[in-house]
């Protein structure tokens, strides 16, 4: 179930159904800066449209993620768990239907035309041909297994004719895409267009383009307050096992850095080529752009190596900006919204609809100026068993995120609302922070917590752990009420 349109929207919705273009980085953090160095998405996208500061995914790890921004469904639903077979990967994806059922199909079937360029789902075309094009797509470029993030050297396939791209600039993989696109929505102005265009930038290794392999050179990762923790004791096991941060460990680190925000400027540059093609063609004017990233992702916080993975800020929440007709320029949005809700809301603007109940909400009434009464009040944190290893290296069809390591992170529940957060993990161990007070997560509360208020959040994140469709909607609206955290 959609939303209802406000009657008298901030400005008139145009008359004929808008074209949407998606883009989605891969791994970009919002609380580190890449942000910051990237001027065209800020100007064009965040200062002419909408900027929404409490977007989060629930669960942060590629193919799950990805799978939900393709269905609109919780991993808990749509059960592609992990990256890899037998319980995650493109395989399972497809086994389950899956792609029948995601955005594609529904906005086809809506009367737009579809292309999906980048990244789709980890080891995909697993078990199918090659050429292998899903139904519901009318331009398809995407580069198999796990070459596309190296940006040079890959295979694409591209409308079920396979391109083999080489080491020059002219094949560096944004670049392609960014050309790609280009002829996307230039093709047929009759027709509206959902592009759904998933760089692989700035995910590890990171390469940038040539030309901007000597930018940032005295940069280094944000030594936020939670960067190689001191004092880990209140941490789950696991956490308080890491060793502190080595130096040799700390300029990997800054190297790694330097690396992302260098790849994410070829990003920022198709970001104004594709505005700056749509403002000549007559055709932004009718075109939403949404600009977000599938997962967060931590540089040296809690003692941990780069990566993402777990329920910290750093790996939760993400960026999510949208432009559009009847958004108002350079507005701050703080309603809690979550990755689950993007396709709830790109079919709610098409008029369009998906096959099966969507367990998100649309945030076209937000984006109008207009937001729904009852409006969410917690999100959903949720993890499987998933295992970062050399030895699944290859069957995760990506580049691991700690070097030389191989580490569990175990399953876990929790829910964030806009001042604390809670987890709780299948080891029995909980985790409590008081987000106003505490928003780098230095301080567990919960071995001191009051016990009425671990059960009240124990209870709200196990109703959403296994919520669907409005159920979902339900229980996110309920307010959390005890009388206090601690004693």
């Known amino acids: 179930m959609v939303l209802a349109r406000p009657a008298v929207p901030a400005t008139a919705p145009p008359a004929t159904q808008p074209n949407l273009l998606f883009i989605l980085t891969d791994d970009q953090d919002l ?4 942000l910051d160095v990237m001027p065209r998405v800020r100007a064009l996208i965040a200062a002419q449209g909408a900027t929404f500061s409490n977007h989060f995914v629930p669960l942060s790890l590629c193919c799950p993620s990805r799978t939900t921004l393709l269905t609109g469904l919780h991993a808990h639903n749509h059960r592609v768990y992990t990256n890899h077979s037998p319980d995650g990967g493109f395989a399972r994806f497809h086994s389950l239907g899956l792609e029948e059922e995601s955005i594609g199909p529904a906005l086809q079937r809506a009367g737009y035309r579809t292309g999906l360029m980048g990244k789709y789902v980890n080891l995909y075309p697993e078990g199918q041909d090659k050429t292998y094009v899903p139904a519901g797509w009318d331009e398809w470029d995407a580069p198999l297994g796990a070459g596309g993030y190296k940006a040079f050297n890959y295979t694409m396939n591209q409308n079920g004719t396979l391109r083999v791209h080489g080491a020059t600039p002219a094949d560096y993989l944004t670049d392609v895409l960014r050309d790609r696109a280009l002829q996307f929505i230039a093709a047929d102005p009759s027709k509206p267009f959902f592009l759904y265009l998933a760089s692989f930038a700035p995910h590890t290794p990171s390469t940038p383009a040539p030309r901007h392999a000597d930018l940032f050179r ?16 209140d941490k789950p096991a696991a956490m308080r096992a890491r060793p502190r941060l080595t ?7 800054d190297r790694q850095y330097r690396l992302r925000l260098q790849s994410l400027q070829a990003v920022d540059e198709m970001v104004g080529a594709l505005i700056q093609a749509l403002g000549d063609s007559g055709q932004l004017a009718n ?3 949404v600009f977000t990233s599938d997962n967060g992702f931590h540089m040296g916080q809690h003692r941990m190596k780069a990566g993402k993975y777990t329920p910290y800020e ?9 432009r559009g007709p009847g958004v108002a320029a350079g507005t701050s949005l703080d309603a809690l919204t979550e990755s689950v809700d993007i396709p709830a809301t790109l079919v709610d603007l098409a008029e369009a609809r998906f096959t099966h109940p969507l367990d998100g909400r649309s945030l076209v009434g937000i984006l109008r100026g207009a937001p729904p009464v009852q409006w969410r009040q917690q999100v959903l944190l949720e993890q499987f068993d998933f ?5 699944f290296a290859g069957e995760v069809g990506e580049p691991l995120d700690e070097s030389n390591l191989t580490v569990e992170y175990p399953t876990h529940i929790g829910v964030r609302t806009k001042t604390f957060k809670y987890v709780e993990y299948s080891t029995g161990e909980r985790e409590l922070y008081d987000l106003k007070h505490d928003p780098y997560e230095l301080q567990n509360l919960a071995a001191r917590a009051q016990p009425a208020a671990l059960t009240e959040l124990s209870l709200a994140a196990r109703r959403l752990a296994g919520c669907a469709a409005a159920s979902c909607r339900q229980r996110e609206r309920a307010q959390l009420r005890f009388p206090a955290l601690l004693p």
């Open 31 to 34: 609380l580190l800066g890449s």
């Open 287 to 289: 075109t939403f752009i």
């Open 314 to 322: 750093e790996d939760v929440h993400v960026p999510l900006l949208v």
């Open 247 to 253: 130096p040799a460990d700390i300029a990997t680190l």
């Open 387 to 391: 295992i970062d290893s050399e030895t």
């Open 218 to 233: 005295n940069v280094h990762a944000p030594r936020t307050p939670s960067f190689n923790e001191a004092d880990m004791r």
